[in-house]
């Protein structure tokens, strides 16, 4: 089945630091693929997407790649913010018949200190 | 618009005990979603409605049951609760037919449940 691995956490930043959370899917066909971010105590968000092989996502100075060569959509940030400290899931989408799923990774708990 | 609400916020049981937890959302979406959020496991997808009328099970539906009598209500049931159902449990919805993307999932903020 649709599987998402994301970087294990937990992932401390200072201030302006550069960001990478590393996230690999395995996929039949042709999944599109998503960061979800959650605040403290809130639920999650879309954070951004992309929905076929070398398209980019972007939101609020975060990016990522669909790398379907290497099965892989890295969450990047030139530099980070403390109100950028959450959970931050990488996900998958699969759909057929009647059957429409979000694969969540495990999410990595990022803080960022100022 | 609220978006999604979930009902209640905190609840604690005791081992045995029965509960339901309420989703509601005004966006008109025929999706939606119940997650259960555990340390080290991330979400993991309990049951899922693709509309009124309809349910599936999702990754781990034993010990939950669900109903979607009307579009914008999806309740979660837990008819004798256990300690391993300890969990925050999160709603989601999805999809409209103006918008057609049944992709972009919109989250509530959670309910926080106690098992004794």
């Known amino acids: 089945g649709n599987s998402v691995t994301q970087m294990e956490g937990p992932v401390t930043l200072s201030e302006e630091a550069f960001l990478t959370i590393n996230c690999t899917y395995t996929?039949?066909?042709?999944?599109?693929l998503f960061w979800y971010v959650q605040y403290p105590g809130e639920g999650l968000q879309l954070l951004l997407k992309?929905?076929?092989?070398?398209d980019k996502g972007s939101n609020k100075g975060f990016e990522a790649t669909y790398r379907k060569e290497t099965t892989s959509f890295h969450l990047e940030k030139g530099s980070v913010q403390v109100s950028d400290s959450a959970v931050y899931f990488c996900?998958?989408?699969?759909?057929?018949?009647?059957?429409?799923?979000?694969?969540f990774g495990k999410g990595t708990l990022l803080t960022v200190n100022p | 618009n609220a978006g999604v609400t979930q009902t209640p916020k905190f609840r604690v049981l005791k081992t045995g005990q029965s509960m339901t937890l309420l989703c509601a959302q005004d966006?008109?979406?025929?999706?939606m979603y119940w997650y259960r959020q555990d340390p080290g496991m991330g979400l993991r997808l309990i049951h899922y409605?693709?509309?009124?009328?309809?349910?599936a099970k999702g990754e781990v539906p034993d010990g939950y049951n669900v109903s979607r009598l009307k579009k914008q209500n999806f309740l979660l049931g837990l008819e004798s609760a256990a300690p391993s159902q300890t969990s925050v449990y999160f709603c989601?919805?999805?999809?409209?037919?103006?918008?057609?993307?049944?992709?972009?999932?919109?989250f509530g903020p959670g309910t926080r449940l106690l098992v004794l």
């Open positions: 989601a919805s999805s999809y409209s037919m103006a918008s057609g993307n049944w992709e972009t999932q919109y």
């Open positions: 992309a929905t076929k092989a070398d």
């Open positions: 996900a998958l989408s699969e759909s057929g018949g009647s059957n429409y799923k979000l694969t």
């Open positions: 966006m008109n979406h025929e999706y």
């Open positions: 996929a039949t066909g042709y999944p599109s």
């Open positions: 409605s693709v509309g009124e009328g309809t349910t």
